[in-house]
């Protein structure tokens, strides 16, 4: 067995997404591009690729990443560019989108001649976490004046929308595409391609993937357009756990266990979305608060039923700990930061990367 902490990528879990994609593309004719923001654990990026047509990112680093390690197409956006990373942006990517016609004007010459798009925000979206919500008042993501964007349709062949969040309801979404094509339908007959983004949860169990397809492709003829989705959670979801040992155990009031892992530097995104972990199957008659091993009060995964109360040295999987733990986790507390392993499809695991007390004192200086 190997030392824990481990996040375990299990590629016959990760699959069944990859399946559910192909599939979409198949019938809807959309593309689909993985979101590095949420994963970018590139040893399983040859695997991926097959099913899925490129990246798309949210900084140069990203771009860079995708370009190297998954290749396809390559599509660069970012909240603002910087005058010292535009060259290198556009030497890796294909399309560069931009998140505001100041940013399109500010790097107008330097992109002449290259596919260029431009974030628009619809003003409607799913989220209600305001700290996620791109339709949030005042919220800088894209530009949302269809006068203004049409100013700008000389230099532009497509647009990005991303205003879905953990969208499992089919209904909704078409709801808000209809908003979209209502708001900028005549802007939208004028490009080539147009991103839907991410948000989507179309490789949930009960999604209904074939209407969802018919919509797209629907959207796609209606008005002659390439349409990209842009999915992170959705391609990753349920393909990993974090594998912990159980340090000690105490009493106060509830049964606690200390694990050698901590929410916060290694699953950080439940923290701040304050929600639990998931530990399955969460069955049985001891009920036991799971903590992590920082030294912050509330680095707590959850509270869970077990059929026998925990001691050291027993093994716990945190499921789903694929989107947005491995792209987040830091070094707080100084806490051992967890292997990544892969479980291949024939079953045998390999590790992929271990971190060490060097690579904590080289993250700082
Ligand atoms: C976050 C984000 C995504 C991926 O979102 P998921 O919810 O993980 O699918 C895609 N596109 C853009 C522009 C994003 O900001």
Same mark, same amino acid.
């Given at each position: 067995?190997?030392?824990?902490?481990?996040?375990?990528?299990?590629?016959?879990?990760?699959?069944?997404?990859?399946?559910?994609?192909?599939?979409?593309?198949?019938?809807?004719?959309?593309?689909?591009?993985?979101?590095?923001?949420?994963?970018?654990?590139?040893?399983?990026?040859?695997?991926?690729?097959?099913?899925?047509?490129?990246?798309?990112?949210?900084?140069?680093?990203?771009?860079?990443?995708?370009?190297?390690?998954?290749?396809?197409?390559?599509?660069?956006?970012?909240?603002?560019?910087?005058?010292?990373?535009?060259?290198?942006?556009?030497?890796?990517?294909?399309?560069?989108?931009?998140?505001?016609?100041?940013?399109?004007?500010?790097?107008?010459?330097?992109?002449?001649?290259?596919?260029?798009?431009?974030?628009?925000?619809?003003?409607?979206?799913?989220?209600?976490?305001?700290?996620?919500?791109?339709?949030?008042?005042?919220?800088?993501?894209?530009?949302?004046?269809?006068?203004?964007?049409?100013?700008?349709?000389?230099?532009?062949?497509?647009?990005?929308?991303?205003?879905?969040?953990?969208?499992?309801?089919?209904?909704?979404?078409?709801?808000?595409?209809?908003?979209?094509?209502?708001?900028?339908?005549?802007?939208?007959?004028?490009?080539?391609?147009?991103?839907?983004? *991410?948000?989507?949860?179309?490789? %949930? !169990?009960?999604?209904?993937?074939? #209407? $969802?397809? &018919?919509? +797209?492709? /629907?959207?796609?003829?209606?008005?002659?357009?390439?349409?990209?989705?842009?999915?992170?959670?959705?391609?990753?979801?349920?393909?990993?756990?974090?594998?912990?040992?159980?340090?000690?155990?105490?009493?106060?009031?509830?049964?606690?266990?200390?694990?050698?892992?901590?929410?916060?530097?290694?699953?950080?995104?439940?923290?701040?979305?304050?929600?639990?972990?998931?530990?399955?199957?969460?069955?049985?008659?001891?009920?036991?608060?799971?903590? *992590?091993?920082?030294?912050?009060? %509330? !680095?707590?995964?959850?509270?869970? #039923? $077990?059929? &026998?109360? +925990?001691? /050291?040295?027993?093994?716990?999987?945190?499921?789903?700990?694929?989107?947005?733990?491995?792209?987040?986790?830091?070094?707080?507390?100084?806490?051992?930061?967890?292997?990544?392993?892969?479980?291949?499809?024939?079953?045998?695991?390999?590790?992929?990367?271990?971190?060490?007390?060097?690579?904590?004192?080289?993250?700082?200086?």
């Amino acid at each position: 067995m190997l030392p824990t902490p481990y996040y375990l990528i299990d590629k016959s879990r990760l699959l069944a997404n990859m399946e559910k994609i192909k599939r979409l593309r198949e019938l809807s004719g959309a593309k689909a591009l993985l979101a590095l923001k949420c994963f970018a654990t590139w040893g399983v990026f040859d695997f991926m690729k097959d099913y899925m047509d490129g990246t798309t990112s949210s900084s140069l680093y990203e771009i860079k990443l995708g370009h190297e390690k998954f290749g396809g197409e390559t599509h660069a956006y970012s909240v603002a560019y910087a005058d010292d990373e535009i060259a290198e942006v556009l030497a890796n990517c294909d399309k560069i989108i931009f998140n505001s016609i100041g940013q399109l004007e500010r790097f107008s010459s330097v992109s002449e001649g290259r596919i260029r798009g431009l974030r628009v925000n619809p003003r409607v979206s799913t989220s209600d976490f305001d700290l996620a919500d791109p339709a949030r008042p005042f919220s800088r993501l894209g530009e949302w004046d269809p006068e203004k964007i049409e100013a700008v349709m000389d230099r532009i062949s497509g647009f990005m929308f991303h205003n879905n969040c953990e969208n499992a309801d089919f209904g909704r979404f078409d709801e808000m595409l209809a908003v979209i094509e209502d708001r900028f339908g005549h802007l939208i007959a004028r490009a080539e391609w147009v991103s839907l983004g *991410g948000g989507i949860h179309f490789t %949930g !169990d009960d999604y209904p993937l074939e #209407r $969802f397809a &018919a919509r +797209l492709r /629907a959207f796609s003829e209606k008005y002659g357009v390439q349409v990209y989705l842009e999915p992170g959670e959705a391609a990753i979801t349920r393909s990993a756990t974090l594998e912990v040992t159980v340090l000690d155990t105490l009493h106060n009031g509830k049964d606690l266990a200390i694990v050698d892992s901590s929410i916060e530097a290694h699953m950080l995104d439940l923290l701040i979305y304050r929600q639990s972990a998931k530990i399955e199957p969460d069955e049985g008659e001891h009920e036991i608060m799971i903590c *992590g091993k920082s030294c912050l009060a %509330g !680095d707590i995964f959850g509270t869970f #039923r $077990f059929p &026998a109360p +925990l001691k /050291a040295g027993d093994r716990l999987s945190v499921q789903d700990a694929a989107g947005y733990t491995m792209v987040k986790k830091n070094w707080f507390n100084g806490v051992k930061m967890p292997a990544i392993a892969i479980r291949e499809l024939d079953g045998t695991v390999r590790t992929v990367r271990e971190f060490s007390y060097e690579d904590y004192k080289q993250s700082l200086s």
